[in-house]
């Protein structure tokens, strides 16, 4: 008898820890698996800007091809901007602004 006592002390006490041990196995896992659909979709739009960038690097590393399809697809006329036409830095800019002079027109 005693040793049915036993028997059954283990049983019970094996499916008590079961269920305790599932359910934080469960959490876990699933911490797990939200980690690895954030570095997923991190991973994603790491790849989709690396993508963006290279087409951006490719067009703008080739001013000819860039042209060639600017003038193939649009029907505008554009012209390069010379050196003068490009600022540096915002002071660049307002004192090539403050050196365009008006005229006052005089009232008799």
């Known amino acids: 008898m ?3 006592n036993k028997k059954k002390l283990i049983i019970i006490s094996i499916y008590i820890s079961f269920f305790v041990a599932i359910p934080i196995i469960k ?3 699933r911490l797990i698996e939200k980690k690895i659909q954030k570095h997923q979709n991190n991973i994603f739009n790491l790849e989709k800007n690396l ?3 290279s087409l951006e690097f490719q067009y703008l590393s080739s001013p000819a091809l860039l042209t ?3 003038e193939e697809n649009l029907d505008q006329k554009y ?3 010379e050196f003068s036409q490009i600022y ?3 002071d660049n800019f307002i004192s ?3 050196k365009i002079t008006s005229i006052p027109i005089n009232e008799k």
């Open 2 to 4: 005693l040793l049915y």
């Open 27 to 29: 959490n876990e896992s």
């Open 51 to 53: 993508l963006e960038a």
């Open 68 to 70: 060639s399809n600017v």
């Open 79 to 81: 012209n390069n901007l």
């Open 88 to 90: 540096l830095n915002i």
């Open 96 to 98: 090539a602004q403050k």
